[in-house]
């Protein structure tokens, strides 16, 4: 009789890599496993930081003794790679390929499918999978137009980026507290944490969503958000700032860091219920542009939405998300989920995958 029943599940971030064994969609445990600034900067790509970062997973699984013949299915956080449908995906070749050279951005995403299926090999397993990566893209093509012929992503390699495992678990668990299905309902949902993402769920499709990580929707601890087009051609003209400088103040350098000189969205909190005036204008502008875009998305689907979600990082502020609040509960009933469920998401794909689920091959 097998062994075999756990879910290795693998998600790494900028600074720490979450790992967790599940039984079915019960967590047996999980750990943030924290990589200091001055061990990362050691690695001259992301993609270098692979030994480094599969070693302290097996070493977690280790001490706390799993072996890994009890390991049924590894599953990974997805890369950066070409927009695609959503689904769960088997890592093969050609996704390995396009996340090591981060086609649509460098970042430690692209490792998840990499150390996964790494490591599903090494214990004797065919391949590792990954599930709704935040590229997929469900869009209509009408919806992907931007103004100017140049500026239009090239959609065989270019497409939003979005927290769409987050995002579609959060809708999947509002729609079983109801006993409905997701497929059922239309959803507005705003991920907030390093970035922003907002996105209208329209019966089980994605049909817009801002592309988060470079430069639209609302600004976050980290991005910039839209800003105006007029004004960075000048910065960028400006002969002050090179290409890679411009895209970090986007893409890392934007929102609180640079208004304010911090990423912590509970530190300007903090400080601007302490009476800080700088960090409440930064506040009610965070608010404000996270309404504004909710709002947006209404029309999308006619103003005809069942629900507004709430999640991420940032919605376990209760200031916060009741002034976001009173500026939305005119369109539809708001919900609020603290957190967010990317583990828990990859372990019921892990599941489904075990189940016998077919899965998706990337191509």
């Given at each position: ?191 907030m944490g390093g970035g922003v993402s907002v996105g ?164």
């Amino acid at each position: 009789m097998s062994t075999k029943k756990y879910t290795l599940v693998i998600n790494p971030g900028a600074t720490s890599t979450k790992a967790a064994i599940y039984e079915g969609e019960t967590e047996v445990f999980t750990e943030n496993l924290s990589h200091p600034i001055e061990e990362i900067q050691k690695f001259k790509e992301v993609a270098d930081q692979f030994e480094y970062r599969k070693a302290a997973i097996l070493d977690m699984v280790q001490r706390h003794g799993i072996g890994t013949d009890e390991i049924a299915v590894v599953m990974g956080r997805g890369g950066l790679t070409r927009p695609c449908e959503s689904g769960c995906y088997r890592v093969n070749e050609l996704m390995k390929e396009e996340c090591h050279a981060g086609i649509q951005g460098k970042h430690a995403c692209n490792l998840g499918a990499l150390i996964s299926d790494a490591i599903a090999r090494e214990i004797g397993l065919e391949c590792a999978y990954i599930a709704d990566p935040g590229i997929v893209d469900e869009r209509p093509e009408y919806a992907k137009i931007s103004g100017h012929p140049v500026f239009d992503l090239d959609p065989s390699r270019e497409g939003v980026i979005w927290h769409c495992l987050n995002q579609k678990m959060t809708a999947k668990l509002y729609a079983r507290e109801l006993g409905k299905h997701y497929e059922d309902l239309n959803l507005i949902i705003a991920h907030m944490g390093g970035g922003v993402s907002v996105g209208i769920h329209n019966h089980g499709r994605v049909v817009e969503v801002n592309r988060a990580l470079c430069g639209l929707g609302p600004f976050s601890p980290t991005r910039c958000g839209s800003i105006n087009a007029s004004k960075l051609i000048e910065v960028a003209c400006s002969g002050k700032y090179t290409e890679a400088q411009l895209k970090k103040m986007v893409t890392a350098e934007g929102g609180f860091v640079a208004y304010l000189g911090t990423n912590d969205a509970y530190e300007v909190e903090k400080r601007a219920l302490a009476g800080d005036e700088k960090c409440k204008l930064l506040v009610d502008a965070f608010c404000y542009q996270v309404a504004m875009e909710i709002s947006r998305l209404a029309a999308v689907v006619n103003g005809k939405v069942d629900a507004i979600l709430l999640t991420g990082g940032i919605a376990y502020s209760k200031p916060w998300m009741a002034q976001i609040t009173e500026k939305i509960d005119w369109i539809a009933p708001v919900k609020i989920y603290k957190g967010e469920n990317e583990m828990l998401a990859l372990a019921i794909c892990g599941k489904e995958v075990l189940d016998g689920v077919q899965v998706k091959e990337y191509k």
